[in-house]
């Protein structure tokens, strides 16, 4: 009825935790799930924008080394319509990272666990949660949508704000990666950002007080959490 523009499913689409690296099984339940009566409808009938997270992956707390990776992003490939031909993310092997524009919103997805590294690891400047070239291509987003558009919605599937937390699965367990971001934004003027996440089942909205983590203490982003 409010004839929305646009459906964005920001991860856990479905919680089948699969385990094994079973084509059929990410079928079955994109089948069961694609299948109901009243999301089917919704499915049917507004543009989609999805990109997964941890328990449509693959097991909880998926990362790049897990088994199901490689049928994870093949069978994403095959079932679910995106931006991914159109833009960097076109071998196989690549993380599910896409963009594209809605007037003149710039919409930018992350794949948060593909490229992950092992949340146990030390959280240090190899630690990342992006990897290397989706960061590259994620700042190189956001300093071109600085100049072109009204507002960038950066669609980031785990929660932004939380205190650093050693082995965290959030940013909270990725704080240099997160500070190094939070300083490209801050030390290149991105004003006109909102970031929408999901995983924590929770609905909550911030105003940028608690989602600064720049170095020299600038002021964060809005911040939309998506999760119930």
Do not use: C
């Amino acid at each position: 009825a409010l004839d929305p523009t646009l459906f964005v499913i920001d991860g856990d689409f479905h919680y089948a935790n699969i385990g094994d690296p079973d084509a059929d099984a990410f079928r079955d339940v994109l089948d069961l799930n694609l299948s109901q009566p009243g999301p089917s409808m919704l499915y049917r009938s507004i543009p989609i924008a999805y990109v997964w997270d941890d328990h449509d992956y693959g097991g909880n707390n998926g990362d790049s080394t897990s088994p199901t990776r490689a049928t994870a992003l093949s069978v994403y490939r095959q079932y679910v319509p995106s931006y991914l031909s159109a833009g960097p993310a076109t071998d196989a092997d690549d993380p599910i990272f896409q963009a594209f524009d809605i007037g003149d919103v710039r919409m930018v997805l992350t794949d948060v666990r593909s490229a992950r590294t092992p949340a146990d690891r030390p959280d240090d400047a190899d630690k990342t949660m992006l990897g290397v070239e989706q960061k590259a291509w994620l700042k190189a987003e956001l300093l071109a949508a600085r100049d072109t558009h009204a507002l960038t919605v950066w669609v980031n599937p785990v929660p932004w704000i939380g205190e650093a937390t050693p082995g965290g699965d959030g940013w909270n367990g990725y704080g240099t990666e997160r500070a190094e971001l939070a300083d490209f934004i801050a030390a290149n003027g991105i004003e006109r950002l909102l970031m929408l996440s999901g995983d924590a089942h929770m609905v909550a909205i911030d105003d940028g007080t608690n989602s600064g983590y720049a170095s020299e203490g600038s002021p964060g982003f809005p911040s939309l959490h998506a999760g119930a």
